[in-house]
């Protein structure tokens, strides 16, 4: 038989928000609760703290339902509560922003006052290219010039 309360279970949570229960759910309230309460909270849509308040009653069986059905679908798309083990802590995140943040205004302080690598210049400069040819052969001089 528990293969069946896990397979309503799973059918339950599942369907949308305000579907019709079927008739002989409400009569296997209490086969059912455990399962239901277990199914939520391994998907993380219960916290295992609200397990006393929610599926708890067969009065409130039908909203409380409802209640779950909507945070499956809400927290549908979330990732899973572990997720969070990959990050670092609030404070070395807030230590490493304002690094970037210095760095980038020293990137920004330099770039004013020192010419780029390969000797080229940004956009106020322009590049005229002078060709001189010598018989046959010929080559091409660039040259910097800041206006």
């Known amino acids: 038989m528990f293969q069946f309360e896990c397979v309503m279970a799973l059918a339950l949570i599942t369907s949308p928000v305000d579907t019709p229960i079927p008739s002989g759910v409400a009569q296997r309230f209490e086969k059912l609760r455990p399962v239901l309460q277990g199914v939520a909270v391994q998907w993380e849509i219960l916290d295992p703290r609200e397990v006393r308040y929610i599926l708890a009653r067969p009065e409130d069986f039908v909203s409380d339902l ?82």
């Open 66 to 147: 409802n209640l779950v059905r909507r945070r499956y679908q809400t927290l549908a798309d979330a990732p899973a509560l572990s997720d969070c083990q990959r990050f670092p802590d609030r404070d070395a995140v807030n230590e490493l922003l304002s690094f970037n943040r210095a760095y980038r205004q020293h990137l920004a302080y330099v770039s004013r006052w020192s010419w780029p690598a390969g000797g080229t210049c940004g956009p106020p400069c322009r590049r005229p290219i002078i060709s001189i040819r010598f018989g046959t052969t010929s080559a091409t001089l660039a040259a910097n010039i800041i206006m």
